[in-house]
């Protein structure tokens, strides 16, 4: 039995066929699934002889009808997908930057029966910075959905542990960028800028290839697959 094969059958014993029924004449459950796969095919880079990295946030487009069918199920049903689609990344030596996440969306130009999936890779991020800390913070950057604060004399991003905010992207070197800020802890009286370490990559600020240049509120600096943006907030 195919591993597509196994999670249809557990949808259907986990809702009693209730699921099946809503989606005969519509999009069906394992069509999505085996979309998710392929997504990951023809997205996968290689990063050694074993390793290959693939998508890891997911967004499957539907008509609205379809959406409608699936709403009452949809935490079950990207669960199950989920753990579908890291049994078969196991298998083929795919690795995910970060943790998966798949997320359904109704789509205007869609039919019903017919959908579409957005992938990107989007790189785990972790720091030692405190909800404290952020929260008193007049600039922050905004990396991957989470937050860490941008405060005198500043701090190191990379993969490697030593760095002050870490980036699991294999296109981020250990100590690849130092942001450096300045001046009073308050609002537009800092000074923010950022400075390559000799990283293998390379930066870009807002498109710009740069090794060390002055940032602003809204500047995206942009390393390996992964952008941040500085945001200066006002004062409290």
Known sequence: MSGLQRLEQRLEQMI????AKAFRSAVQPVEISAAL???CDNNAQIL???RRLVPNDFHVELAQTDLDRLSPYDTALAEEMRTQLTAYADQQS???????????????????????IRSRAQAKVTSQATHTQVGRARAILEVNGTRHPLQPPGLVVGRGTEADVRIN???????HAEFSVAGAPAGAGLSISVTDLGSTNGLLVDGHRTTSTQLHDGSQVRIGNTTMTVRVLEEG
Do not use: K, N, W
């Open 16 to 19: 009693s066929g209730a699921f």
């Open 37 to 39: 796969q392929r997504e």
């Open 48 to 50: 050694s002889r074993d």
């Open 94 to 116: 795919y690795t995910f930057p970060g943790p998966v996440a798949i997320a359904f969306e109704a789509a205007e130009d869609l039919t019903t029966g017919r959908f579409r």
């Open 169 to 175: 992207d294999p296109g981020v070197s250990r100590r």
